[in-house]
């Protein structure tokens, strides 16, 4: 990849549409059956890993949900060792064994991912215990889903990071819906930001279609953290255009207005972003992001599975 | 068995809607509450049209809290209604097990028959396609640990049925183990009401050479087996426990005090597990009496693989079924033998995501 | 007992009394090993039960936690049956099962006790479900300690209660520790009314030592929840002069200041409201207490041990 | 066993303390989180001035969290730390069941090797005195049915130190299982650094009759059941696994090889619990050539009761040991025996409140 732009638009823009476009060569090679794992897409979302990544060092480190696509993608995880791991082949960033749901990548410091719901939160609070016992200058930010909130792992999560003063971002990536079920059936009261102010954390809501908007503020945010300021909240809206699990559109279940949908679509966030760069510079984007893409389609398809003896490999560490 | 049988199929999906919908008809009192219950996936459709039908107060999703809906449905029980929760897959079990075995399981004889808790639970074991290691365990032998606790593993559309009807009116509460490869199975299941008695364990198939337990989905895989066993010469009697606490062993132990032979084929880890329970109840009532011999197969020791190559391994299979059969009856120094090739369509079928 | 009175001072030091003297009886008994159970006692902490049981029917339900004496008692719990239960006997309200940290009367509405911290409160939340789709009169109400609210459960237990409005009061008795362990090295940001707010839940923090406001003012929140005005919870600040469990005073373990506990023993709530009474009719509701307890003792003293083949009785209902 | 054996005796918890102090001292990873694991009980005196010594980074206190805390733990060992959890009753786990089975014990799997979760989580089960239902109870089968966890449960002194010091050193999630009643129980042992072996069952006392198999606490239980079958002229031999998973199965067949007995006791219920693990591995190891008779022992199959008079029944006692040894020893036709009396002085020393 070509050295790191000045432009931040621009670095949105290269990031928003790798993830966009891999994750609509899933949905082209998934009737192909190739991919046999359970896919959640992040189309639609894609703003929030991306403006929320581009603040954070090598070093930082990352977790999020079964719907990670987009967070390694952004963190700089390695592009075809997803796929070959999408295919189930032995090249994949965990040899095959985790699937779309558990994508790893440590040496970018994404730390995995967990497909029971809220799992993850409290691993990251640990991790950043562990970064501020180690004195360490990285911090750790933790991407869930809004449904994460429901559960009782994130109450104790929020406290634990707060009363210990944690170098801890945690990104709610509020798409309105757990499945089809809708925040306002699930969520009482007045909402995320009085929630996290609760267990004294500084919060903030972001609206969805003003990326730049929200990278700025992603970036203030991050800084304050690393400051050693303590935790901080994001609550980001954001919206899903497909399904929440598998390639498909999800229209025909109807547990959300077609209109809604529709004008989600319409307002692309990676529209607005690439409206912002030169039309050369965009272009210039796509081809390299297409060709890493193609890359990383041919590296997967190339690969191996693994052999039968693996099954048996890393149940224990040594 | 009922004895009504008018050759009726339905999916294993739909006589556990049937048992749902008839008895919440049947009882005001019975309710289903559960992530995605109301949504129009509807569980794998067990619980579709129940809201339309029976109102929002009756049929509700509920937020993610595993937790507290647990002890939530449990309140409900104390104060005599009968709910019935739904995991959409049995690791999410894992977040509620202090209040299924530190409340429900205890509360009867804690309070010495002043409470009594009527409540099923289902919890659903995933497979296939993916689910990975955390989509796709089975923990039915952490409920058959506990004392004060019911634990049924129907396997036919018509046990699912009567079983379900079973455990809704049961003033205890019942852990009911479905599994995800069965939803879509077809079977004769009577239209009127019956119920499916604990402790009693079904002879899916009668043989005199060894006798197979197979537990939910691997009863299925087991049968598959014993036609491939067929071309060995093997005649196995293959046994469904169905209810797994109380657990029939007396059927069991009767079958292998005929067969000498004992092969227990779980869904589920061998470690503590089932299968280890199984053979452990057998052993103690015919051991001393009657010499036989034994072997478990589960899930490989392993956490559970995404890469299909490999998640065929993980689980037993009717050719692995099959050949350790075959061990066990011609003994470790016959000559080799090699299953055949059979599908197991569910497994087969069965495409993602979920 | 006589009839209820029209005096609330009068009804509370009844209650109060009650609760103290038992407690101070059984830290007589407890030398002789006949009480074979740990004890967590409610002295200095009478209050909170005594005020806002006076405002239930005994139709109302109520859940508590393993220091549940003084809750069993307010809500008039059979005196004599929780003594033989403390004995381990047949008499007891769980024939012995139980011991001191599940007591249950379930005629006088008292569900019982779970030793397993903040267990009890989703099952609070569960009866209060039933009692609004039975379209009862009634109400729940479910004490617990401020640790509690640490715990998952609470937080997923206070979202449900008012996702759907549930007839529900919460009454958590803040007396500062869980075992020796102060609250503020557990609890983050500006505290539990911001938090049961931000579940939308009205909330209200009533101070120690003022015994006839606490009364007057848990009795407007059972007054809110009856009136079907959805759940409340109250904070009520309160004091444990005795070891977190066990008979004895924990001076030794210098957790707390000692002057800390002797403010609190000084101010004693039991003094301040007896002397709201004339001093005939607080010596009247004394030795009829006295009387009560006096045959409680005797009762449990009385009573045998269950029979050997009671171990096998209840584990399942019929 | 260690060599150097200079005949200082501790308690089981000053070994575990020792073993901790010694590790925090050699690895500036190792650190104590736990409900008051820095009050002035200090963990009933095993983690008494490690805060003092080492500071409030290396030895706090937590909230009543036991989910989260479990997760934090797991991601500071992501991280590379080395962190024990206390859990002052075992039944609290159950709170904690996802964090550990979904968690700690599959990312060393599921990412194949890029983790792993270097964790010791010490769990106490809880005994005597009222503890009731839910202060008592004993999980290590949960844990044992798990790949990717190991699970030690030492019952001296001076295997609780080695045990502990290997599970620190381990870079995988470990249980280890400690009761009540064995902190205050003396032993031997040595003061410097040693690690018990993983898979390594000890041989507590031979004998030729029978081999009879305690866990945890059992096992002293079946020593002293040892010494009343002296009186009617059994000689048992009294295995403690140390280590559950692994488990020294080999160990434990070998011995049951000789003396064609089996009795396992266990400090838990018998339904898919240790006793039943260890019959199916020793039936599936020597059954096929070697005729034996067995018998589990463990809790009765109900909650705990509180009233001391019923609690002394539902747990396995040196007679009710010896008896069922007895029974299975010279047959059930043998001549009624009753055991002599022997105090568990342990059990009964033990004052409340708890
Ligand atoms: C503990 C747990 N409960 C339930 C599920 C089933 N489930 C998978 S994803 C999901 C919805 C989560 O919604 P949210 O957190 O908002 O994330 P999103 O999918 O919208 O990104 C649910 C209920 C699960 N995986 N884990
Ligand atoms: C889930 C759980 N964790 C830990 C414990 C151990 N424990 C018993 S009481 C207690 C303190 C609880 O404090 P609080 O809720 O404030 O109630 P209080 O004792 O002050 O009335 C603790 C930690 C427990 N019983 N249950
Ligand atoms: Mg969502
Ligand atoms: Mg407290």
């Known amino acids: 990849m070509e050295e790191r732009t000045n432009n931040p638009a621009a670095r949105l823009y290269r990031s928003m549409y790798l993830i966009r476009r891999v994750e609509e060569e899933i949905i082209r090679l998934y009737p ?5 794992s359970p896919v959640h897409l992040s189309i639609g979302q894609e703003a929030v890993s991306a403006a929320v990544c581009d603040h954070l060092e090598k070093t930082d480190i990352l977790f999020g949900t079964y719907r990670g696509h987009a967070l390694y993608l952004a963190k700089g995880g390695d592009v075809p060792r997803m796929m070959a791991e999408l295919y189930g082949k032995v090249d994949g960033c965990a040899r095959g064994k985790a699937g779309s749901m558990h994508l790893v990548d440590p040496s970018v410091g994404m730390m995995g991912t967990s497909a029971v719901v809220a799992t993850g939160i409290s691993n990251a609070v640990g991790a950043a215990l562990a970064l501020k016992m180690q004195k360490s200058k990285s911090i750790v930010v933790c991407f869930f889903g809004e449904g994460s909130t429901d559960e009782g792992a994130w109450h104790e999560s929020m406290n634990f990071a707060s009363l210990k003063k944690l170098p801890i971002l945690f990104v709610c990536e509020n798409n309105f819906f757990a499945i089809y079920s809708h925040v306002k059936d699930r969520l009482a009261g007045p909402g995320l930001l009085a929630r996290s102010e609760a267990y004294g954390i500084p919060a903030e809501h972001i609206e969805d279609h003003v990326p730049m908007e929200l990278h700025e503020r992603a970036g203030a945010a991050v800084a304050a953290v690393r400051r050693g300021e303590g935790p901080r909240f994001l609550e980001c809206m954001t919206y899903r255009w497909r399904d929440h699990v598998g390639p498909t559109e999800d229209r025909v279940h109807k547990y959300r207005p077609d209109a809604e949908l529709d004008a989600k679509i319409e307002g692309d966030n990676l529209k607005i972003v690439g409206k912002l760069l030169p039309d050369a510079l965009r272009k210039s984007i796509e081809a390299t992001e297409e060709k890493r893409i193609a890359d990383a389609i041919a590296f997967a398809e ?3 599975f693994p052999e039968d003896r693996e099954i048996y490999d890393h149940v224990f560490a040594n | 068995m009922s004895s009504q049988t008018e050759g009726r199929t339905l999916t294993y999906g739909e006589a556990v809607f049937e048992a749902t919908q ?3 008809r049947r009882d005001p009192k ?15 459709g067990t619980t579709l049209g129940l809201q339309k039908e029976f109102g929002a107060e009756r049929n509700f999703d509920v937020p993610l809290a595993e937790d507290a809906m647990t002890g939530i449905g449990i309140g409900a029980a104390l104060m005599g209604m009968r709910p019935i929760q739904v995991h959409q897959r049995m690791d999410f079990v894992l977040l509620c097990m202090n209040q299924i075995v530190n409340m429900a399981a205890k509360m009867s004889y804690m ?3 002043a409470h009594h808790v009527p409540m099923v639970i289902r919890a659903i074991i995933g497979r296939s396609w993916g689910q990975g290691a955390q989509h796709s365990q089975a923990f039915h032998s952490y409920f058959m640990h506990i004392p004060g606790l019911r634990v049924v593993a129907p396997t036919t559309p018509h046990d699912a049925k009567g079983c379900l009807i079973t455990a ?3 003033n205890n509460p019942v852990i009911m ?7 879509n199975v077809k079977g004769v299941v009577p239209t009127e009401s019956y119920e499916i008695p604990y402790g009693k364990a079904r002879v899916l198939s009668p043989g005199k050479d060894i006798t197979i337990v197979g537990i939910s989905h691997m009863a299925l895989e087991c049968v598959r087996a014993k036609h491939l066993l067929e071309a060995a010469n093997i005649d196995a009697e293959v046994i469904d426990p169905v209810s797994l606490a109380p657990l029939d062993a007396e059927t069991i132990a009767k079958s292998v005090e ?6 227990v084929v779980d869904t589920g880890w061998l470690s503590c597990g089932a299968s280890s329970e199984i053979l452990s109840e057998v052993f103690e009532r015919i051991g001393a009496r009657r010499p036989f011999v034994a072997k478990r197969l589960g899930y490989l020791p392993t956490p559970c693989p995404t890469t299909k190559i490999l998640e065929n391994l993980y689980y037993p299979s009717p050719q692995s079924i099959a050949e350790a059969a075959y061990l066990l009856t011609r003994g470790a120094d016959a000559p080799v033998w090699k299953a055949g090739k059979v599908d197991s369509n569910e497994v087969a079928e069965f495409r993602g995501p979920f």
Do not use: N, Y
Not at chain 2, 177 to 183: F, G, T
Not at chain 2, 258 to 263: A, D, E, P
């Open chain 2, 30 to 44: 019975v309710f289903v509450m559960g992530q995605g219950v109301d949504d129009a996936r509807g569980m794998f």
């Open chain 1, 32 to 36: 192909t059956d190739k991919i046999k």
């Open chain 2, 22 to 24: 008839a008895e919440m």
């Open chain 2, 111 to 113: 309070f010495s028959g």
């Open chain 1, 302 to 304: 190339a690969s191996t």
């Open chain 2, 258 to 263: 005929r067969t000498g032979r004992l092969l």
């Open chain 2, 168 to 170: 809704i009116r049961d």
């Open chain 2, 177 to 183: 183990i479905e599994h995800r490869m069965l939803h």
